[in-house]
């Protein structure tokens, strides 16, 4: 009897990604994986996204032509999916049937091939794409085999294929073996073979992995063991000269082997995606759970303690929602456009990478979300051309209103449900979005910073991502920082003399209103770009004895070319006590480096006394202006990150916070400007 090997690779970078990192990529894992494998008869599988095949073909020719020679030789089977690597269940049903004929058209034409194989991306399964791939002529496609053990498919019975079908449309799924997953390429060659002779018995007799093509060179200390020690060598000349293991393309199993059976799957997606789209409170509780019930078999509990479903993202991140959000009002008006510019930035916008994150996914990554951002001003541009515009509608499906102001130089979009704070403020000219800030938000990982576990380390092999050890875990906890509201722009609070640089930044100062990160009511808008929004809300003296002082604040704001003028009228009912009320803003800068702040340079911190602000950005090549009627105490810090990554922990900046101070009692009318010369 034989082992059937199904080996596949998944390769991707999020598009326009900088050139060095792609590069890199090429140069650590794709270049030299397939000059090794070139000179074996091996076959195998793989998956490029469709931007990734285009920059090697434009940046890379050798390797791209070798592709192709094995391609032709029929020693490669190429599975398609989406052109720009979106999570296929994330977009309308028009868009991913698109991007799937523009990934399968490009494989046709340079590789001479028709895929029936679909890479899912991310292997996130819902069962509204069966039918679009069908009509795609999709015959199968790879999911983790936890997609099946979670609806009662048991381990023994998970070595070949099944068929599923909706609305009978029927696909082919192939569940990837997690135990080759987790030892491929970390385990010694001779354990991994070991491993697939124990196949050859089971129902199926496939060993079936399709998994990162990064995991061979890029991710940490892979390079220097995959071919400087060699494992990919060894590996092939085990598999060459084994007889009871057999290297196959998926489309030869299938012409070989009968379905194992029928199955009908749930939404979800790997195992740790679902962990890694919990809160924070829940990411914690999920583990403790599990340590508590150590006592059964670990893949039992995996089946019935699971976490959540991937578009729980867009619950987690306020952030990964807008730009979702965004993307799907582009998508609604595509017809109308009939703009071929329009439709690949469309798509470009609904790459998946920005919208999530666990020790993968970009959402942290402030380029990517700047990537993400251009593509949406882009069509955005295209769409309104130099039109003016005000609208209002719920954008971010929260059920309030969002209202959308266009100039000719700006598109401004402010949120009731976020007390009318400014949450998008895009310069069209520049593509580019300052309010592209993202919050300090808490994350179960941070666990591992704070509580830190003794782990043992197996001898054989390397580690993978999921055991490596973080060094000086006493840097990332001292720069651990929570926001308890979405940082966007025009916050209000009201706090007392106490309000300095530090707690300020530390998101623990005193807090006396319930203006921050309550709803406003919008209560006017006119065709000259004026919107007003109101709260009857409180201040809170002494919270203990819940003394609210009634008191309304009302904001007013008129986005006129390259400026918006503000207001902010705040009364309350009578008490003894002095407050301040703080202005905060939160913008986003493509690097700190390029900044003056009033001629200064940014560090950590910068104090200032004054009723101007000029922030001059020489990488924008614009000045962003704040004027104010009265002097202002001006608090500003960076907001830097700690997040999870393949490598450790990452330090990431995010932007800057200011806050504009002044002072207060009973009322307040403040007045000024926020202009992009």
């Known amino acids: 009897m034989q082992t059937s090997l199904l080996f596949g690779i998944h390769c991707h970078q999020p598009v326009d990604n900088f050139s060095k990192v792609v590069d890199n990529a090429i140069e650590k894992s794709y270049r030299p994986f397939f000059e090794k494998i070139s000179k074996f008869s091996f076959k195998f599988s793989v998956h490029f996204s469709g ?3 285009e920059y090697i073909k434009n940046n890379d020719k050798n390797l791209f032509k070798l592709m192709q020679e094995l391609s032709f030789k029929g020693q490669i089977e ?5 052109f720009y690597e979106p999570i296929l269940a994330n977009i309308p049903s028009r868009d991913r049937v ?5 990934l399968n058209a490009f494989i046709k034409f340079y590789f001479k091939q028709t895929p029936k194989g679909l890479w899912l991306t991310e292997r996130v399964w819902d069962n509204s794409i069966i039918k679009d791939l069908v009509k795609c002529n999709i015959e199968y496609v790879v999911v983790d085999d936890y997609h099946l053990s979670s ?11 099944y068929i599923t079908e909706e609305e009978g449309y029927s696909l082919k799924i192939f569940p990837i073996n997690k135990e080759l997953r987790y030892i491929l390429p970390f385990k010694e060659a001779t354990n991994v073979c070991e491993y697939l002779d124990t196949l050859k018995s089971s129902e199926g007799k496939a060993g079936i992995i399709f998994d990162d093509g990064e995991k061979f060179g890029l991710w940490p200390k892979t390079y220097d063991w995959v071919y400087k020690q060699d494992w990919l060598n060894s590996f092939l000349k085990e598999i060459e000269k084994s007889k009871s293991i057999k290297p196959q393309l998926f489309s030869e199993y299938i012409n070989e082997q009968k379905p194992l059976g029928l199955v009908y799957l749930s939404t979800t997606s790997y195992y740790e995606m679902g962990e890694w789209s919990l809160g924070d409170r829940d990411g914690i509780l999920i583990e403790e759970m599990k340590d508590n019930l150590s006592n059964f078999n670990k893949d039992d509990v995996d089946r019935f303690v699971k976490g959540s479903i991937w578009k729980n993202f867009f619950v987690k991140y306020p952030e990964s929602n807008r730009i979702h959000k965004r993307m799907l009002e582009l998508s609604k008006i595509k017809k109308s456009i009939k703009n071929r510019v329009y439709t690949d930035n469309l798509f470009k916008a609904q790459t998946n990478d920005v919208l999530w994150h666990g020790v993968f996914g970009g959402l942290y990554l402030p380029n990517l979300r700047d990537n993400a951002y251009r593509f949406i001003i882009n069509c955005e541009n295209i769409r309104y051309k130099n039109n003016q515009t005000l609208e209002i509608k719920d954008i971010e499906f929260n059920g309030f209103n969002n209202i959308k102001v266009l100039t000719k130089e700006l598109i401004t979009i402010f949120s009731e449900k976020f007390s009318g704070q400014l949450i998008e403020f895009d310069l069209r000219d520049k593509s580019f979005n300052l309010q592209n800030t993202l919050t300090r938000h808490k994350e179960a990982y941070h666990e591992k910073i704070k509580n830190p576990k003794e782990r043992l380390k197996e001898n054989d092999g390397i580690d993978s991502i999921h055991d490596i050890k973080i060094d000086d875990l006493d840097k990332y906890k001292r720069l651990l920082k929570y926001d308890w509201y979405i940082k966007n722009s025009f916050i209000d ?15 623990d100062f005193k807090e006396y209103s319930d203006f921050t990160n309550q709803p406003f009511k919008l209560i006017n808008s006119t065709n000259n770009n004026l919107i007003e929004f109101q709260r009857d809300g409180g201040i809170y003296i002494n919270n203990k004895n819940n003394n609210k002082n009634s008191s309304t604040l009302n904001k007013k704001f008129k986005v006129i070319n390259n400026k918006i003028d503000f207001e902010i009228n705040l009364k309350s009912e009578d008490y003894s006590q002095n407050l301040s009320y703080i202005m905060e803003m939160n913008l986003h800068f493509a690097s700190l480096e390029n900044l003056k702040i009033n001629s200064q340079n940014i560090d950590e911190y910068l104090t200032l006394n004054s009723n101007s602000l000029i922030i001059e950005d020489s990488y924008l090549n614009k000045k962003i202006i704040f004027k104010f009627e009265e002097n202002a105490e001006i608090y500003i810090y960076q907001v830097n990150t700690i997040s999870q990554s393949e490598s450790g922990f990452d330090i990431t900046n995010q932007g800057l916070c200011f806050g504009f101070k002044f002072k207060y009692n009973k009322e307040f009318l403040l007045m000024g400007s926020l202009e992009i010369q």
């Open 51 to 53: 931007w990734l095949l």
């Open 78 to 82: 190429f599975f398609t999916g989406g």
């Open 98 to 102: 698109a991007q799937i004929i523009k």
């Open 151 to 161: 609806v009662g498919v048991h381990k023994d019975k998970l070595n070949g294929y």
């Open 493 to 507: 609070h009201i706090s007392d003399d106490s309000f300095n640089i530090k707690n300020f930044e530390n998101c």
